[in-house]
């Protein structure tokens, strides 16, 4: 008979705290060489959830983040994961060629949501690299316990969690980290902290980076201006790509008796984040946010519980690069820039910027149980719900932009409530099985809305629009049904098989159901997806469903010494949000467009490979090869275009060296050129290319030292799902800025990190 001990169990946020904590005691009384948060990594990967799942390892978090400050880029070489170029720490994970909203993002048990019109606070944004203790990814196919609302897949992150100390004992530790990165003149710094007795911890971690604009490797504009008078940028200046940001997280543990209580609280202040990409900038982001959680076990089982809120208030305007005055007062006759600052503002006469603020409230529960039916067999069920406010509106600045507030959205509502049940078998030493079935149900609203005018002459016809909009029902309510089966089949101790299926389904975000207005200017202001164009919403667009099919084949050695993993994959979507011309008569090729969402269908295959191998073990040390590729093909099966932001075939290859403390590899990557592209967004075409990045660390008992080297040959690329460069200039006009530069790749960058810890 199958013990139950050996079935790989599904776990709720932090239900393998207990156990990880109970074992740190031991391990830091030890006083183990190896730095802390590995530590907890390690252990907290053993109780981690396998089936359909990628962790991030201790090893690689400690060994990245150095040379990042955006926590999405720690995914970077997890089979099927690319990077959506946003912010200097926004990125925004893609999936097998779905992204954003199309995953679910839980971060320490809460489901957090971009609370902006071009998603520049995205959820892994309010985790700092530095805080991580456990990254997770389910790459297409999640267990309906982990993830609803959502199509592509859902990525775990855990803050580092609270440790107890041995029974009767105390237990402190502190750890402080620095960083420097030479190309974007980044640098930062990172405090941890904690104490523990044996039914009591608690830790801070807090962080701040800031960095200027990075410069791509050689010359990629024509000019240097960026409209306002007085202000250039050099030829290789990614304009619009400085941050300055800090977080804090307070983490607190209690156990009595059979119970087990965790808290996260967590803050963000984020001064600025500059967007390439982007008309607009983030000029402020703050914010609050606490996580409880409950665990209990029971003779049948176990029962969790965690309620959890978020508040964020969210500013945007023109950064530097994009500080322009607009209207005829910024072009007098002694001063013929148009740019220059003017006054007083007013109607068509004088507009300083363009104000815009996001205000959201994010609340949420949820309760699962875990039953035990026999050693082989746990029966899962669970609830959640989640309450999202928004609003999101934009004061007058003068010219167009005037007299009253232009409401985008207005008391926005989006309500989730679902009920799942899974059941998880081992039924021989064979085969695991897994399948599970999740009801959701989406209620979205919105309230009316105006323009900055509601009498004429208004510009955009703002006034017919909102009036419009306002004449309709905007109540929506979406029945989602999700299906998902996992299996595992072990054949012997070199292959394992692992099977997937599922039907899952995505409500529109209040973005995609409520932009009202098609006016260039204000419809330019709603785009996350960066492809410089504007976008007008649909109420009436349904949830996207999709049909998924992947199959994973594991060979490797008994001890893991090699591996070779190769997962292809199918995805049909009905329903497909993409796009269309809002006026197919004004739409225009080579130049930016007025969008409106709309549902299609779409299709998506590829295939993931990744791989490990040791080398040789010497005198010179331990040496190994890694190395993963990634294709995805992604086509509107309705117009026959190519889906938008879709990563070209792409490998990275990494050459493992270990000795004593060091810690060293040397990194290929390449990316095949980007040809084909969505019509219908004008998508930019780019070549392909190689780069070389070179990363060492050292650690001693207390001390860790990191440095390495971004790009080694300074190579000039550009990022095939960066989107259209509109880092510098008059970019409240559509097409004020030029067409067709793609956001380029960061240039060479030397870095350098240090940690201690006590």
């Not at 992204?99 to 679910?104: G, K, M, V």
Request: hydrophobic fraction near 35%; include cysteine.
């Amino acid at each position: 008979m199958y013990k139950r001990k050996n079935t790989v169990r599904l776990p709720w946020s932090r239900l393998p705290l207990a156990v990880v904590l109970q074992s740190l005691t031991s391990i830091v009384l030890a006083q183990d060489t190896v730095l802390d948060q590995i530590v907890v990594e390690a252990k907290a990967e053993e109780a981690l959830p396998s089936l359909g799942a990628s962790t991030v390892s201790a090893e690689t978090i400690q060994f990245l983040r150095p040379a990042t400050s955006d926590t999405a880029s720690l995914l970077r070489n997890v089979p099927g994961v690319s990077l959506n170029a946003a912010g200097g720490v926004s990125s925004l994970p893609s999936i097998r060629g779905l992204a954003d909203d199309r995953l679910r993002i839980k971060v320490d048990g809460m489901d957090l949501v971009s609370s902006c019109p071009n998603h520049m606070n995205s959820p892994l944004s309010y985790i700092d690299p530095s805080n991580v203790g456990t990254l997770q990814v389910f790459a297409g196919i999640t267990p309906v316990s982990l993830g609803g609302d959502s199509i592509g897949g859902t990525i775990i992150a855990e803050t580092v969690s609270p440790e107890f100390a041995a029974a009767g004992e105390q237990l402190s530790r502190a750890e402080l980290g620095s960083f420097y990165r030479s190309n974007n003149d980044a640098y930062g710094a990172n405090a941890f902290a904690s104490y523990a007795t044996d039914a009591f911890g608690i830790n801070y971690n807090g962080s701040w980076s800031q960095a200027d604009n990075y410069t791509a490797g050689d010359d990629f504009k024509t000019t240097r201006e960026t409209g306002r008078a007085g202000h250039t940028l050099p030829l290789d200046e990614v304009g619009s790509t400085a941050y300055d940001t800090q977080n804090h997280t307070l983490g607190l543990a209690l156990k009595s008796g059979e119970n087990l209580f965790d808290a996260t609280l967590g803050y963000q202040n984020m001064a600025e984040q500059l967007y390439p990409n982007q008309r607009m900038d983030l000029l402020d982001n703050e914010q609050k946010r606490i996580s409880v959680g409950w665990l209990r076990g029971f003779h049948w089982g176990e029962l969790e519980a965690r309620a959890y809120y978020e508040d964020v208030d969210h500013h945007m305007d023109f950064g530097d690069d994009k500080r322009f005055w607009y209207g005829p007062l910024s072009q007098p006759p002694a001063a013929p820039e148009v740019g220059t600052p003017c006054s007083p503002i007013g109607f068509m006469t004088c507009a300083g910027g363009m104000p815009m603020h996001s205000e959201s409230d994010n609340a949420g529960a949820s309760i699962k149980a875990d039953f035990d039916l026999s050693t082989d067999d746990v029966l899962r069920i669970g609830s959640e719900f989640q309450r999202y406010r928004l609003d999101d509106y934009w004061k007058p600045s003068g010219g167009g932009m005037w007299p009253g507030t232009f409401q985008n959205i207005n008391d926005g509502e989006r309500d989730r409530a679902a009920v799942f049940g899974e059941w998880e078998s081992q039924l021989n030493s064979q085969w695991l099985t897994l399948l599970g079935l999740r009801y959701e149900r989406v209620k979205t609203d919105a309230g009316d809305v105006r323009g900055y005018k509601t009498t004429p002459p208004a510009p955009g016809n703002q006034i017919d629009e909102a009036a419009a909009f306002n004449a309709r029902d905007h109540k929506k309510t979406d029945d989602n049904w999700d299906l998902a089966a996992l299996a595992r089949y072990t054949h012997d101790a070199n292959l394992e098989i692992e099977f997937g299926a599922a039907r899952k389904v995505r409500s529109p975000n209040l973005y995609e159901r409520y932009t009202w207005s098609s006016w260039p200017m204000a419809a330019g202001m709603n785009n996350f997806v960066g492809d410089g164009n504007a976008y007008v919403g649909d109420i009436d667009l349904k949830p996207e469903k999709a049909y998924k099919a992947s199959v994973t084949f594991d060979l490797h050695a008994a001890d893991r010494s090699w591996e070779f993993k190769a997962t292809p994959y199918y995805t049909w979507v009905d329903d497909y949000i993409d796009a269309v011309a809002a006026n197919p008569e004004d739409f225009q090729q080579d130049q930016f467009n007025v969008l409106q969402y709309a549902n299609q269908s779409a299709r998506l295959y590829g295939i993931d490979l990744s791989g490990k191998t040791r080398l040789a073990r010497n005198n010179w040390g331990d040496w190994g090869l890694e190395g993963v590729i990634n294709y995805t093909n992604g086509e509107n099966r309705d117009t026959n275009d190519e889906l938008y932001n879709i990563m070209p075939l792409n490998g990275t290859f990494t050459l493992t060296h270990k000795l004593a403390g060091w810690d060293n590899g040397i990194e290929v990557v390449l990316v095949e050129s980007k040809d084909d592209g969505s019509d219908v967004r004008n998508e930019i075409e780019t070549s392909g290319y190689g780069l070389v990045n070179l990363r060492a660390s050292h650690s001693w008992k207390r001390v860790r030292l990191d440095f390495g080297v971004e790009n080694l040959f300074d190579k000039f690329y550009s990022l095939p799902t960066g989107g259209a460069y509109i880092g510098q200039g008059s970019t409240m006009q559509l097409n004020g800025i030029p067409w067709g530069i793609a956001v380029p790749g960061m240039g060479r960058s030397i870095y350098a990190g240090l940690n201690l810890s006590f």
